[in-house]
């Protein structure tokens, strides 16, 4: 497994940004598959985006893509949320994961390692 640690949020306005950050220990970053998810309350953790090992691949779900761009830094075992034109709805907790597999997967169950969450708040 690999340890995650999330930092960035915090509360902003909405059509503000935020840059989630999320630092990497352990497992060899540079052959772990990455992915943000969220979690609203009273709802279930979703899928955000993901990034292959060498971040040629990513994925985003529908209600983020052309917002939010992830990205990694595999020299500095980061990975990285930049999330622009925020949406009240867009709050939540974020996650990072992390994957012992080559691409991206939307599927929680395919992350071995979850950091502990950072707090993200839109106002309207």
């Known amino acids: 497994q690999v340890q995650l640690v999330e930092s960035g949020g915090g509360l902003v306005q909405a059509g503000g940004s935020l840059r989630l950050s999320c630092a990497a220990s352990?497992?060899?970053?540079?052959?772990?598959?990455m992915g943000w998810f969220r979690q609203a309350p009273g709802k279930e953790r979703e899928f955000v985006a993901g990034?292959?090992?060498?971040?040629?691949?990513?994925d985003y779900a529908d209600s983020v893509k052309g917002r939010f761009t992830i990205s990694r830094d595999n020299t500095r075992n980061m990975v990285a949320l930049q999330m622009n034109s925020l949406k009240p709805e867009d709050t939540a907790v974020y996650y990072c994961?992390?994957?012992?597999?080559?691409?991206?997967?939307?599927?929680?169950?395919?992350?071995?390692?979850w950091g502990q969450g950072t707090q993200v708040t839109v106002s309207s």
């Open positions: 994961a992390g994957g012992s597999f080559g691409g991206v997967s939307d599927y929680a169950g395919s992350y071995d390692s």
């Open positions: 352990g497992r060899t970053f540079s052959r772990s598959a």
């Open positions: 990034i292959s090992w060498g971040g040629g691949s990513t």
